[in-house]
């Protein structure tokens, strides 16, 4: 079974698919692994560590590599161009964003390719160890707090020096997921003084735990749905969430926003005049920018300034720190491969029995075969 990486083509973009450790487990399960000349390198991976690995370095164009592979990893959605260049029965695995790439899963139909979104796998116990929104939800809340002390101007821990003693900065995040439980342990090991906040109060054991304080709101029922999302608040609750939290983040030296619903747009917590009541130069990072965001006004990609206050909207965190993020998401792929090895047999079995490939398969055979696809798409 001949296995192909690819080089990421998307600007900016410095992760990399697959690492050389998991290249040499994959070529002991008894796969071809072919990677493109040049893979690694943003991460500090040379083509001769996938050599070592055991892996084939291939610097010929990219429609040979795709059109000889039984199995093509990447980590963003393939580009539309090079999908027919894969045979069908080809199984690709990588993000894709189904719910809003519904003409590429299209192309992917219509090609006959057996499209794995890794994003849909469940979120159950036995797949954790495949889980990429996990692993680089970790990094990214991680790499909000490294970029918060990098803009605040202030130091995070607290000082005592013979020119006096330093207060510690004053950190406080909102939604307190994966990511959110990063920041949170990321903060507290700079020495920052950490709040926290999310609508499910089962976090708030969680927040404690990592020595932070939780900020109480009272909003009522909230909850949160069986796969341990959070429910969408109404209106008011929305109104009272903002109320409670002005004075939180007044007092904080940097916030950082994480929170999202599954499936829907993020929710809007953040408004400029929470924005006006902190300090001018205060730093707030948006981490829900890319799924509409959780601060009033903040941009992709973009510091923008509001009221004096530096909102900050940089889209993949995780890629700033790519050698790590790479290494887990590559563990990910590594995990998800050969959980579905047939060592006898030496091939990736898709077995269209299984809960994880049932979530996470959108296209097979010249269908689309994801329930949860078709069900919110018909909607
Ligand atoms: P997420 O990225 O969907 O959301 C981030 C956080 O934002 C969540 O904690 C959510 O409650 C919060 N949020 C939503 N609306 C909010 C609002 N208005 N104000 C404040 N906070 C708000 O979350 P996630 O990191 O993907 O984790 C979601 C759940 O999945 C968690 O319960 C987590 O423990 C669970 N999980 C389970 C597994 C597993 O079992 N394999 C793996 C990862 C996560």
């Not at 040049?38 to 070592?52: A, I, P, W």
């Not at 161009?81 to 790439?101: A, Q, R, T």
């Not at 160890?129 to 605040?152: C, P, R």
Request: proline share 4%; with cysteine.
């Amino acid at each position: 079974m001949r296995i192909a990486v690819m080089k990421e083509t998307h600007p900016g973009e410095r992760r990399v698919p697959l690492i050389p450790a998991t290249a040499d487990k994959l070529v002991k399960l008894g796969a071809e692994v072919v990677v493109e000349s040049g893979l690694g390198l943003s991460c500090r991976f040379t083509d001769e560590d996938y050599v070592k690995a055991g892996a084939m370095v291939v610097s010929s164009s990219r429609s040979d590599i795709l059109q000889s592979a039984d199995m093509v990893l990447r980590l963003r959605k393939p580009p539309a161009d090079e999908i027919e260049l894969m045979h069908k029965g080809c199984v690709h695995v990588s993000y894709l964003d189904p719910f809003n790439e519904a003409e590429l899963v299209e192309l992917l139909r219509r090609a006959g390719i057996s499209a794995v979104s890794l994003e849909m796998i469940p979120r159950t116990t036995l797949a954790q160890k495949m889980d990429v929104l996990s692993s680089q939800a970790n990094i990214g809340g991680y790499t909000a707090v490294i970029l918060g002390s990098e803009y605040l101007g202030k130091i995070f821990p607290m000082m005592t020096t013979p020119a006096g003693t330093i207060k510690p900065a004053r950190v406080f995040v909102i939604g307190v997921g994966v990511a959110g439980l990063q920041a949170i342990a990321t903060a507290k090991r700079l020495g920052a003084m950490v709040e926290a906040f999310d609508t499910r109060p089962v976090v708030e054991e969680q927040v404690k735990s990592l020595g932070a304080k939780f900020v109480k709101i009272d909003l009522g029922e909230t909850g949160q749905t069986k796969d341990g999302y959070a429910k969408a608040l109404t209106q008011e609750q929305l109104a009272l969430q903002k109320e409670g939290m002005t004075k939180a983040c007044a007092r904080a030296d940097v916030v950082i926003t994480t929170a999202q619903l599954f499936g829907r747009p993020a929710p809007r917590i953040i408004d400029r005049k929470m924005l006006a009541a902190m300090r001018p130069g205060s730093v707030v990072i948006d981490m829900a920018v890319e799924s509409g965001g959780n601060v009033e006004g903040s941009e992709v990609d973009k510091l923008v300034e509001i009221d004096g206050v530096q909102v900050i909207g940089f889209s993949n965190l995780p890629s700033r720190f790519a050698e790590t993020a790479s290494q887990m998401y590559s563990s990910n792929l590594g995990n998800f491969i050969e959980h579905f090895w047939d060592k006898k047999a030496k091939v990736f079995n898709l077995n269209r029995n299984d809960e994880i490939i049932k979530g996470a398969l959108i296209t097979h055979d010249g269908e689309i075969v994801s329930e949860m696809y078709k069900s919110i798409m018909n909607k």
